[in-house]
């Protein structure tokens, strides 16, 4: 299994000369099978540039929504293989008490919001999570909801000797008295990221910012590490970086979660990352 970031911020896109190193782009990360079966992870800015390298041969592309905030969706209508009539594009995510999937990404692909449809596009599948483990091609997906505002869905993707825990916008401490965990089962998102070969987990806030955004749904760097060390993941991308941290205090932040780690390697999330999965070792 190979993974490459193509988009690492949250909240906002931000490209600039100061986030030229770690990117500027919003969520979207390619995975990709030894077959060539090719899943993608949310629908950010940098989806873009993803669907421009994808190969011409390619025939169906699964692409995997945590949920429907602005900057997880941005980049829908500019990923290229949706207007593709030789490209089955299915779009798996989560509906909500009153909507399906399919007439909630309706309502940002129409207009005001974007001039195409997306009934208009010629063959698009929308599939609603959560629900039993699926499979596509060599991967085994799990898809359950974690703790972020509105219907949110974190992913495990099984495969190729190795697992991925993807939990890009997450806030697991919330209703953590004392700084105590408590018993695994009582963690949201805990059977997703357990034993993970790879965990990308939103990394946005500084201890000190986070006391201003408790409920927002996101992480600090030290709840990244803790909740690593909690489900023995071998190794931490930490991701979704916060719209305000420009490279120079990415770096800053990365440098004491390394000196800080509880036995789990950590890796930046850099757009052009690129990780083997089953040997967890990045090549950047």
């Known amino acids: 299994m190979r ?41 950010g800015t940098g989806i873009r540039r993803l669907g421009a390298q994808i190969p011409l041969a390619t025939s ?38 009153t ?3 399919e007439a909630r990404l309706s309502r940002y692909l129409s207009p005001p919001l974007f001039p195409v449809h997306l009934r208009d596009l010629p063959r698009v599948t929308c599939h609603q999570l959560p629900r039993p483990p699926f499979e596509i091609g060599p991967f085994r997906i799990y898809a359950s909801l974690v703790c972020h505002p509105g219907p949110t869905l974190g992913y495990r993707i099984e495969g190729g ?19 105590r965990w408590p018993a695994s089962e009582w963690i949201s998102g805990y059977d997703l990221a357990a034993g993970a070969d790879l965990l990308i987990h939103d990394a946005q806030y500084t201890d000190e910012e986070y006391e201003r955004c408790i409920g927002w749904g996101h992480s600090t760097y030290r709840h990244a590490l803790e909740f690593a060390a909690q489900v023995d993941s071998k190794e931490l991308v930490l991701f979704h970086h916060d719209p305000s941290h420009d490279d ?35 090549d950047l």
């Open 3 to 43: 993974v490459t970031l193509f988009g690492t911020r949250g909240s906002l896109a931000t490209p600039g000369p100061d986030t030229v190193r770690y990117g500027g782009n919003t969520c979207a990360v390619e995975v990709r099978g030894a077959d060539g079966t090719l899943l993608v992870l949310d629908a």
């Open 60 to 97: 169906r592309i699964d692409l995997l929504l945590t949920h429907l905030h602005m900057d997880h969706i941005q980049g829908l209508g500019f990923f290229s293989p949706l207007y593709n009539p030789a490209i089955e594009v299915h779009i798996w995510g989560p509906a909500s008490s």
């Open 248 to 282: 120079a205090t990415l770096d800053y932040l990365f440098s004491e979660a390394v000196r800080a780690s509880y036995n789990c390697k950590i890796s930046k999330g850099q757009e052009g990352a690129v990780f083997n999965v089953a040997s967890s070792e990045p």
């Open 99 to 101: 909507l399906s999937l």
């Open 161 to 179: 000797g190795g697992a991925l825990a993807y939990l890009s916008d997450y806030e697991p401490v919330l209703g953590i008295r004392n700084g």
